[in-house]
């Protein structure tokens, strides 16, 4: 399993753009990249999957360069209810193992 | 739009007790998960069960065993709670599929004294 690497934490205002950048160097040929969300007392939230380039939802941007070895979560004029942990994981077609490191926690701020 | 859902939310246990934590989706998915988050941690993978009938070791297993009762269903037990096991539990289900994502219940927020 390819372990990630996130920073602990960020901190915006509101209405910047917001990007958090996750390293995984050892990322194999079949793994997807995915970004949850975790508000408090609640369980992770699906925010957007890539697997090369660029994916665009209507919440995040996600763009992952050629190499595969790192990837960025954008977050477009971030508000207060973004204040969250943020997770990067890779995970193989099957999907049966997913590994959460401790995720960037994102503070934004009037 | 019950999606995962997991009962109880609360429980106080003494050292010693057994509990089962249930967990149930109305999404039809074929893979379950149980998870733990301990304080300032990420979520770490406890059992999961691929398709009915089968079940799986994560990182965690020690101290819990699972049953994947039919396809809605992934119960937990803690058959001797020890105070190392409070945490808050997630249950997560996920859609068969190369691609999809886990989608995660709220939680069953468990201390042992």
């Known amino acids: 399993l390819a372990k990630t690497t996130q920073p602990i934490s960020m901190d915006s205002y509101e209405g910047q753009e917001v990007n958090i950048t996750c390293s995984h160097n050892n990322i194999a040929t079949n793994d997807y990249i995915t970004w949850y969300q975790q508000f408090p007392s609640q369980g992770p939230r699906f925010i957007i999957q890539g697997y090369k380039t660029k994916v665009t939802n209507e919440v995040a941007s996600l763009f992952i360069p050629a190499d595969r070895k790192s990837s960025t979560l954008s977050l477009p004029r971030v508000s207060l209810s973004d204040t969250a942990v943020y997770y990067c994981l890779v995970g193989d077609t099957g999907f049966q193992k997913l590994v959460f490191g401790t995720g960037t926690r994102l503070l934004v701020s009037p | 739009n019950a999606g995962v859902t997991q009962t109880p939310k609360f429980q106080v246990l003494k050292t010693g007790q057994s509990m089962t934590l249930q967990c149930a989706q109305d999404?039809?998915?074929?893979?379950m998960y149980w998870y733990r988050q301990d304080p300032g941690m990420g979520l770490r993978l406890i059992y999961y069960s691929a398709s009915e009938g089968t079940t799986d070791k994560g990182e965690v297993p020690n101290g819990y065993n699972v049953s994947r009762l039919n396809k809605r269903e992934f119960s937990l037990r803690l058959e001797s709670a020890a105070p190392s096991q409070t945490s808050v539990y997630f249950c997560a289900s996920r859609d068969r599929g190369s691609n999809q994502p886990q989608h995660f219940g709220d939680g069953t927020r468990l201390s042992i004294l």
């Open positions: 999404m039809n998915h074929n893979s």
